[in-house]
């Protein structure tokens, strides 16, 4: 599932102000705190200060000052959200859907090896954005970007590859022990294809047997369908290469700040403002009800109930993340003057 990419700065910040655009069909009622499921049990203090990484950049005449007290702000966390917010539920026809999406580490070398053959590219400096591009088949089969001097770095697996492309960013793990970390860089413009959906279709596995895991056993054990089933998603991703990020950081996100494992949340720009907190109340089988940060965004998370929970770096993360298509609530948290403009007491 192509779930989210770290946008670049640009991208972020037009995302920022896409807050509203379908506002005028979507239901809107606002509740008090006391409606939030779990409200009292959070750890507001660490929501606050995942909030304050990316509250700077709300350029905003009703944003800024909560900002300001933010920073200054030395008492109760969960008095601070309360006396500067409201809770704002907001539906637009589609039931709450949770997924989640994390940070991979995967094995490569700088540069090609028998090991060590499947290249990460940076992206051409001829591609444009919005432009349909190369297929994946193209630049994988035909190879139409070698010798171009492109390579950020090799790795021994194809599926793994693409599995980095779906989630944006990464970590690539050097034979000396030392590390690279990718981001998002552009695409090809392809729409994404979803590999598990295409082995469903095909009668391999039921929707329930689908995993990550399942995915990346099935490609090896059938070299040839595998590689034709890899070349089923068209949509290609470059990535760029990030220096000074602390190994301790989480990658980057829609907002061009790193993004903290089980308090970023990636949003619909439209219907939830990036960089507003947002209370999570997440069914399953593994529940919780949390204060999050929308901090990032993603190419399938569309509507005002759906959203992409980050779980952080590694395979437990992705594990974790794999599992999670469970349904729930989403309430933002809006500046009180932003939540009554929306809906007016009376």
Known sequence: MFRRLGLALAVGFAAIGAFGAELDEAEITILPFSDLAGWADDNHEAALSVFKETCSLLD???????CELARAHDGPAKSFFEVFFRPVLIENGSPGLFTGYYEPEIRGARSKTPRYRYPIYRKPPELRSGTKWYSREAIERDGILEGRGLEIAWVE?????????????????LPDGSSIRVGYAGNNGHPYRSLGDELVRQGVYTVHQVSASVIRAWVRRNPVQGEALLHHNPSYVFFREIAQLPANRGPIGAMNRSITALRTLAVDPRFTPLGAP????KGGEDPFNRLMIAQDTGSRIKGAQRADIFFGTGDEAGRQAGRVRDPGRLVVLLPIQRAYALKPEG
């Open 60 to 66: 905003d005449p009703q944003w800024r000052p909560i």
């Open 278 to 281: 947002v209370w999570v109340e």
């Open 157 to 173: 697996d194809p599926v793994e590859l693409q599995f980095l492309q779906i989630q944006g960013s990464g970590r690539i793990r």
